[in-house]
């Protein structure tokens, strides 16, 4: 049976229970309205019949103005029943999977204001399943490329079509070391995302760790002939972070830089305390970006075209950022280079007063 012919079923078995209790509820007062005509003519003590022929215009005026708020209590509850079985049979289709369903804005304002809630969150899980069978895709993908290259090189070696050297030995290492470094940066993403990443915040001299992280690109910047250099525009206050996973972004957004900058150029690391907060910035004068790809590169495993990684560093460094408290923004111009930039509380959102 279709999801769809279950709704439909739900909705009129819902309204078939609506009339039933409302054809119960009239029999009741029929046969309450009869009772109680009879036992007011007893305790009268009405004589004979010509004085209850009298009352009896009076309880047909009752009796009117009764079937008048019966009436018009089933039309209330017409109004507000229908679209009450919507809700149920459509939440019974979210149950089963199907996050499809919308409901129709129709009944009372506070009818219509659930139906607007549940389409949006109907609306936010349909794009949370996208979004899990789309990491799932990527996940696989990603995985699968390193895995083929140690399976190719492993079956060269005992096909005897490489030779079983060092060098080979040290190749595989490296592939190794490439899937552990994948699966450890699927593993920061998944708990940055299900915000179960542990923050070990301790006061961080933010000054020095920029230079500890810029002096780790030191040589990689003088092979390629990059002026790489920290430049702070004021004293920094000490700041409450994770030093670990912000160095951690540093690394992943210095490492980009230094990948996508030619010989000659430069890199600058800044940093400014103001109003409570500390920008960071590393702007550098390679490539650039190009404007359809700007939005889209703290997006996980994106990768331009010109990028060689795993599509998760700046996803990474987004994450951690956030789960700072921070900010994280980029902008840039093709052939002139890239700044991006974040800006983190001195002192954690729970320690803010």
Do not use: C
């Not at 607007?116 to 990491?135: C, G, I, P, V, Y």
């Not at 030191?218 to 912000?246: F, W």
């Amino acid at each position: 049976m279709s999801g769809a012919h279950r709704w439909r079923r739900g909705r009129e078995r819902f309204k078939r229970r609506i009339a039933l209790v409302l054809l119960v509820f009239l029999t009741l007062v029929g046969i309450g309205a009869s009772t109680v005509a009879s036992w007011l003519f007893d305790a009268v003590g009405v004589p004979g019949n010509h004085l209850r022929h009298q009352l009896t215009p009076f309880f047909l005026i009752a009796m009117m103005v009764g079937v008048m708020l019966l009436l018009t209590f089933f039309t209330v509850m017409r109004r507000v029943g229908s679209p009450m079985g919507d809700i149920v049979s459509a939440a019974h289709r979210v149950g089963s999977g199907d996050y499809g369903v919308r409901l129709e804005e129709r009944g009372p304002r506070f009818l219509r204001v659930v139906a607007r809630s549940f389409n949006s969150m109907t609306a936010q899980l349909q794009l949370q399943d996208q979004q899990r069978r789309q990491l799932m895709a990527d996940i696989a993908h990603e995985l699968r490329t390193p895995l083929s290259v140690i399976q190719g090189r492993l079956e060269g070696l005992v096909d005897g079509v490489y030779p079983r050297d060092e060098a080979r030995m040290a190749e595989l290492l490296e592939d190794t070391r490439m899937l552990a470094r994948l699966v450890d940066d699927l593993r920061t993403l998944a708990n940055a995302e299900a915000g179960n990443l542990p923050l070990r915040k301790e006061p961080t001299d933010l000054s020095v760790l920029l230079h500890d992280s810029v002096a780790s690109f030191a040589a990689e910047a003088r092979d390629g002939q990059i002026d790489l250099r920290v430049e702070e525009t004021n004293e920094l206050p000490l700041v409450e972070i994770d030093p670990l996973r912000i160095r951690e972004v540093l690394t992943n957004l210095i490492a980009n830089a230094v990948r996508h900058t030619s010989a000659g150029g430069r890199i600058l690391v800044t940093a400014e305390a103001s109003a409570g907060r500390v920008e960071v910035a590393v702007v550098d004068t390679g490539s650039g970006i190009p404007p359809e790809e700007l939005p889209r590169i703290f997006d996980r495993f994106y990768k331009g075209a010109s990028s060689r990684g795993s599509g998760l560093g700046l996803t990474i460094a987004r994450n951690l950022v956030l789960a700072h408290g921070g900010e994280i923004t980029a902008d840039s111009e093709p052939g002139r280079g890239t700044r991006i930039r974040f800006s983190l509380p001195v002192k954690p959102p729970e320690m803010e007063l």
